[in-house]
């Protein structure tokens, strides 16, 4: 008897973990709840609701006045001089370097494949031209990518620090990148 009572409590301890995991997608929100409730319960008891970290510059974000360019180099040599001379140079807040991409293009009618490094640059919408034109000077490449998109959206405070960090917004404090 003991060997026929061991697979169903196998079987009950299976079951119980495959419920459960049935179960898990329906309690997330549940837990992200749960998890906010300190921070509810401190601004319940000093009587005042949650607060949201303010823009630097006291106002709203003007949709599109940030723009994050993309610049493809050859190695991260040289991705890491032309990254810390814009930021230097104030024509970008932050670069992020993106190593072992692959790109694939036409070049002087031949298909090439290289590996590169994606620059993700942050600045404002009115440094666009002044960046294209020093990366255009630094670069190795005959023809240097450097395109940008508009940023219609994102955290208000980032998208502040980033126009203070590239001089349209007074200075009033710092924020993290």
């Keep these: 008897m003991r060997g026929g009572r061991a697979p169903a409590f196998l079987l009950g301890g299976g079951a119980a973990l495959f419920l459960s995991l049935l179960w898990m997608p329906a309690l997330l929100p549940v837990v992200s709840r749960l ?8 601004s319940m008891a000093s009587g005042s609701p949650p607060s949201q970290p303010s823009p630097a510059s006291g106002s709203a974000y003007a949709a599109g006045s940030v723009s994050a360019a ?37 070049w002087k009618g031949k298909i090439e494949e290289d590996s590169e490094v994606l620059m993700m640059i942050k600045t404002q919408s009115s440094l666009v031209p002044a960046l294209t034109d020093f990366v255009r000077s630094v670069h190795p490449y005959e023809v240097a990518e450097v395109i940008a ?3 219609e959206q994102g955290n208000s405070p980032y998208l502040h620090w980033v126009c203070q960090v590239t001089g349209s917004v007074p200075e009033s404090g710092t924020a993290p990148p």
């Design 149 to 151: 998109l508009p940023v």
């Design 35 to 42: 998890l906010l409730l300190p921070r509810a319960l401190l």
């Design 70 to 106: 993309f610049v493809t180099c050859p190695n991260e040599k040289v991705a890491k001089e032309i990254a810390r001379a814009v930021v230097e140079k104030h024509l970008a807040a932050c670069v992020n370097l993106i190593p072992q991409i692959t790109s694939i293009y036409e």
